[in-house]
T-cell receptor, first 113, second 115 residues
């Protein structure tokens, strides 16, 4: 099945810096979602952006969506050690079975104290 | 808050054993999913269900079966466990109703080791 692609695969920053992760996808979508996974745990939904939205904020998170380029970015501002996790993007395709999410392979973020 | 629970956090089984992984959600979600997660391969969908007694194959159904007899419970069955099924198994649920937009809620995962 098609998958999104995140880049970078891994990112290491210092506490207080901003972290930016990118996601590209292949087909038209209804929405795009970002999830976080702490080591060895289940995923937690962070934020959803609809195909007719360009930018969305939630606390220290900012998500942008460019449907013409089929890409999204997740910005975490003023990062903390607790933000250390893997971050996944997932899309709900416009066509086909839209109950299934199409997942990227994730970006591993390390925030050093 | 949605709660998705999985029957075990860690499980060790022997090759050839029949293995049952149970998942229960408490938010009346119609959709439930089983994934496996392996390093470098991301989340791969094994099976999903969007109604009681309904199931559909995902991307990697071989060697697995599922059961959904009640709306809140979705079971993954490894008919004859093999070492290549050693993995992290994640259960998720979602609702496709208006406003829900297929956000998935995950359980804590079961790390299965097959010896």
């Amino acid at each position: 099945s098609q998958q999104g692609e995140e880049d970078p695969q891994a990112l290491s920053i210092q506490e207080g810096e901003n972290a930016t992760m990118n996601c590209s996808y292949k087909t038209s979508i209804n929405n795009l979602q970002w999830y976080r996974q702490n080591s060895g745990r289940g995923l937690v939904h962070l934020i959803l952006i609809r195909s007719n939205e360009r930018e969305k904020h939630s606390g220290r998170l900012r998500v942008t969506l460019d449907t013409s380029k089929k890409s999204s970015s997740l910005l975490i501002t003023a990062s903390r050690a607790a933000d250390t996790a893997s971050y996944f993007c997932a899309t709900v395709p416009r066509a086909g079975n839209n109950r299934k999410l199409i997942w990227g392979l994730g970006t591993s973020l390390a925030v050093n104290p | 808050d949605v709660k998705v629970t999985q029957s075990s956090r860690y499980l060790v089984k022997r090759t050839g054993e029949k293995v049952f992984l149970e998942c229960v959600q408490d938010m009346d979600h119609e959709n439930m999913f089983w994934y496996r997660q392996d390093p470098g391969l991301g989340l791969r969908l094994i099976y999903f269900s969007y109604d009681v007694k309904m199931k559909e194959k995902g991307d990697i159904p071989e060697g697995y079966s599922v059961s959904r007899e009640k709306k809140e419970r979705f079971s993954l069955i490894l008919e004859s466990a093999s070492t290549n099924q050693t993995s992290m198994y994640l259960c998720a649920s979602s609702s496709s109703g208006t406003g829900r937009e297929d956000t998935q809620y995950f359980g804590p995962g079961t790390r299965l080791t097959v010896l």
